[in-house]
């Protein structure tokens, strides 16, 4: 059975420094494409959102015009039955049915008024409901503009990038492949912790490269003995010298 080569900490720390000059590199990528993707992402939620309320206002003005028509129409039933009414009123026998005869017209009409106002109502409301569908329209055709023009922007730097970006990452893998669990879990964690993701810097001007707090001397030397893995006391960063941090290329 084959066993796991053992690395010496020297090799492990030339390992940390090649992942996190390639992880740089990486880095450098999102960095040129800045707030892009964000912001992408962004204008399309935001475009969707807009979407769905311009469809609501559609739905919307489709069932206050189907609410007119449905009034339109009792308007004209009504008219109907008052002239069925009128007619009967002609041939009525006494006082009694012309009575009743009446207030049944009389009922129509007020019903007629009643439908009047609910389609006055109704077109005021149908009138907002198209100004608020049309500005709708308006702010979506503006965002999906600037959406056109940032996702060009996005695209121009992924297209220059790409080639580049993909043998970094093939990069990343192998190197990541080649460091213990632990200490790829320490690594990852140091990194998330700082915006410019430095889990690995070396000692510059007797300070760390990644707080800048001071480094005792005593401290300097064990770092360039390369004896075991030593972090910053002030910010947890792993500290490596200048000359091996120089040493280890990434390309």
């Keep these: ?16 420094i090649k992942l996190q000059k390639i992880d740089s590199k990486l880095d450098e990528f999102e960095i040129l494409k800045g707030e ?21 206002i559609e739905e919307e ?6 609410f007119i028509e449905q009034k339109k129409q009792a308007i004209t039933d009504s008219e109907a039955m008052i002239k069925k009414y009128e007619k009967q009123s002609d041939n009525v026998k006494n006082s009694r049915e012309f009575e009743a005869i009446s207030k049944e017209i009389e009922m129509q009409q007020l ?6 106002k609910n389609i006055r109502d109704a077109n005021e409301e149908l009138a907002n409901k198209v100004k608020a569908l049309d500005a709708a329209k308006k702010q979506i055709a503006a965002k999906e503009g600037i959406l056109t ?5 996005l695209e121009k730097i992924i297209i220059e990038t790409e080639k580049e970006e993909k043998h970094f990452k093939k990069l990343s893998e192998a190197a990541r492949m080649e460091i213990d669990e632990r200490l790829l879990y320490s690594y990852d964690r140091i990194r998330k912790n700082y915006r410019n993701g430095l889990a690995v810097v070396p000692v510059e001007r007797d300070a ?19 004896k075991k893995v030593i972090v910053c006391e002030n910010c947890g960063r792993i500290l490596v010298d200048a000359d091996l941090n120089d040493s280890v290329v990434a390309k």
Excluded: W
């Excluded at 800048?212 to 005593?218: C, G, L, T």
């Design 208 to 226: 760390c490269g990644g707080c800048y707090n001071a480094i005792p001397p005593q401290r300097q030397s064990e770092i360039r003995m390369h």
């Design 61 to 66: 003005i489709n069932g206050i015009s189907e």
């Design 1 to 16: 059975m084959a066993t796991a080569k053992e690395f010496s900490v020297e090799e492990k720390l030339v390992g940390l």
């Design 111 to 116: 019903e007629i008024k009643l439908y009047e």
């Design 149 to 153: 023009h940032k996702k060009s922007e």
């Design 36 to 56: 892009l993707p964000i912001e992408v992402s962004d204008l399309e939620d935001e475009i969707a959102g807009i979407l769905s309320r311009k469809n609501r």
